[in-house]
């Protein structure tokens, strides 16, 4: 039985920041964001957005009407909104999911959508009737002035993965790694997350290495095997660096349009910025409507969560893929934004919702929202 992804949903905030301007007001120079770092701009969440939200507003877009064969809902976010109740479980009223499903969170890095992926591949290998409805949502937040400040960004993918993978066929080979590395974290009592940046750049970088090896030995594999390899992409200029690994040890002209089809699946994330657990799934998002790959090609999916989580696995391109993506909606999605300033992002940054308030729903630019806290519980609602 084939299984992999029937559908990949898309949500970014309205607002955004430009990097030059980011650049400007933290006296550095704009090429060093824009070049030496590799984005354009940053997504802004409102105050009333967060995991849950952005999950469903990616989630609803990929929902028919008949929703009751969904069997499993995970949210994979680093941005929980709550230290017990999973953010799952916040959608199943919003999105009018069935009772009769096994909806949870799962937290690791970067990491925790693709742990998702697996597992819904094994549900859908015992419960071919059913489908899963894997999220990855995320607030990527270093703080102002900081230097992970510039590798911030904030959105949600959402894919439904079933027995029909019209867009592409997960073909259960997979190599992956687990270590105790204090490269990121983000202690229970800061909205901001802490980074020994360059040596998680160093580990990301000897995950990628150490799992290409496994991969080729366990299926004797080569590089031009793959149309593309697709990275975690923290910001663009992070999966360059993985892939400049491979230079030299394969063939220079493989090499070349590997590096080639890498420029496509980062012209997404370079709009929004970091997405945490979703980066890797923008970046395949991104490639499936940039690059001219073809039905029957296969891709190599590098998943990287500090802390640090490491897998690579293969996926094969569905035949119609192209007709089951809703891409002018997602282009749509990047086009429509506002431009904010850096003061004002500066104030929404470190503005938010307290116990006892309320949002007015004439505020709100989407569909979900953080309605009210109430009791020190958070209330969501649908426009
Ligand atoms: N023009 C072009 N490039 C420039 C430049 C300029 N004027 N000035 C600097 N650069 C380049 C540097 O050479 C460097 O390139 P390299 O990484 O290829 O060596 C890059 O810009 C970044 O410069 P650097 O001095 O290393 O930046 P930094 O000390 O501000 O830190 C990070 C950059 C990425 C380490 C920092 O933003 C960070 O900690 N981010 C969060 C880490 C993260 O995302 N972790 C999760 C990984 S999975």
Redesign the pocket.
């Known amino acids: 039985m084939d299984i992999g992804i029937e559908k990949i949903g898309f949500y970014t905030p309205k607002n955004y920041i430009d990097i030059v301007e980011l650049a400007k007001a933290r006296n550095q ?1 704009p ?2 964001f824009t ?3 590799g984005q354009s701009k940053q997504a802004v969440p409102a105050e009333y957005e967060d995991a849950v939200t952005m999950a469903a507003e990616a989630a609803e877009q990929i929902l028919s009407d008949n929703r009751t064969d969904i069997g499993l809902v995970i949210v994979g976010t680093e941005s929980s909104v709550d230290e017990s109740k999973a953010s799952a479980l916040f959608l199943m009223d919003l999105l009018n999911l069935p009772e009769d499903a096994r909806a949870f969170e799962i937290k690791e890095a ?1 990491y925790g959508a693709t742990a998702g992926v697996q597992m819904a591949y094994n549900f859908i290998a015992n419960n071919p009737d059913k489908k899963a409805l894997v999220i990855a949502s995320d607030i990527a937040r ?1 703080g102002i002035n900081t ?2 400040e ?2 911030q960004g904030a959105g949600a993918v959402a894919m439904l993965i079933s027995n029909q993978p019209e867009i592409l066929k997960l073909e259960n080979k997979s190599v992956y790694m687990s270590c105790n590395v204090g ?2 974290w983000r202690p229970t009592f800061s909205k901001t997350a802490f ?1 020994r ?2 040596f ?2 160093q580990i ?1 970088i000897e995950f990628f290495q150490t799992l290409w090896e496994k991969y080729q030995a366990k299926y004797q594999a080569t590089a031009e095997d793959f149309k593309a390899m697709l990275f ?1 992409i ?2 663009t ?2 999966g360059a ?1 993985a892939m400049r690994t491979l230079e030299g040890n394969i063939p220079d002209a493989t090499y070349a349009e590997l590096k080639n089809q890498y420029q496509e699946s980062i012209k997404f994330g370079r709009e929004v910025g ?1 997405l945490y657990t979703g980066s890797l799934y923008l970046g395949l998002l991104s490639y499936l409507i940039n690059s001219d790959v073809k039905a029957g090609e296969e891709l190599l999916l590098f998943s ?1 969560g ?1 802390g640090a989580v490491g897998e690579l696995y293969s996926a094969k391109v569905a035949k119609n893929f192209k007709d089951n993506l809703n891409s002018e909606e997602i282009k749509q999605t990047l086009e429509q934004r506002q431009q904010i300033s850096i003061a004002d992002y500066e104030k929404i940054f470190s503005k938010s919702i307290k116990n006892g308030e309320k949002v007015d729903p004439a505020e709100v630019t989407g569909k979900f929202y953080l309605s009210e806290i109430k009791e020190n519980e958070r209330l969501y609602s649908k426009k």
């Open positions: 120079e090429d060093k070049i030496g770092i970067c270093y230097p992970g510039v590798t490269d990121f980074a940046g360059k998680s750049n990301y975690h923290p910001y200029k992070m660096k970091n990287y500090s």
